[in-house]
């Protein structure tokens, strides 16, 4: 059974720094796209960072370019979001997300039809 376990979130001040985890387990995320969902109260849920797991593909959302990235440790079956000079507007949930099975190479986009493995998300609170 395919599991993903978030970690690492809490309160921030603004400016601040938090890295998140995701630990994958039932399966080696070793050809599909994974990587990270976020969802603010009263809004929907939006694509933050995302990664072939392979190599080679990053999608970041235009508001986190520069003050995100998405690291991976294969040996430990976990990726991160590392996130820089948070703002308040980026208080919400952080849920992990990895598209099922192996794939061929391909761009990873934000569609969240495409993910079909979800964690149960971890809170990042920014304080002004």
């Known amino acids: 059974q395919v599991q993903l376990v978030e970690s690492g979130g809490g309160s921030v001040q603004a400016g601040g720094s938090l890295t998140l985890s995701c630990a994958a387990s039932?399966?080696?995320?070793?050809?599909?796209?994974m990587g990270w969902f976020r969802q603010a109260p009263g809004k929907e849920r939006e694509g933050v960072a995302l990664m072939y797991t392979g190599g080679g593909s990053i999608y970041s959302a235009d508001s986190v370019k520069g003050r995100f990235t998405i690291p991976q440790d294969n040996a430990k079956n976990t990726v991160y979001l590392k996130m820089d000079s948070l703002k308040p507007e980026e208080t919400a949930m952080y849920y992990c997300?990895?598209?099922?099975?192996?794939?061929?190479?391909?761009?990873?986009?934000?569609?969240?039809?495409?993910?079909?493995?979800w964690g149960k998300g971890t809170q990042v609170n920014v304080s002004s």
């Open positions: 997300a990895a598209e099922g099975g192996l794939w061929p190479y391909h761009p990873c986009t934000p569609a969240e039809e495409e993910y079909t493995d």
């Open positions: 039932g399966y080696t995320h070793s050809s599909n796209c």
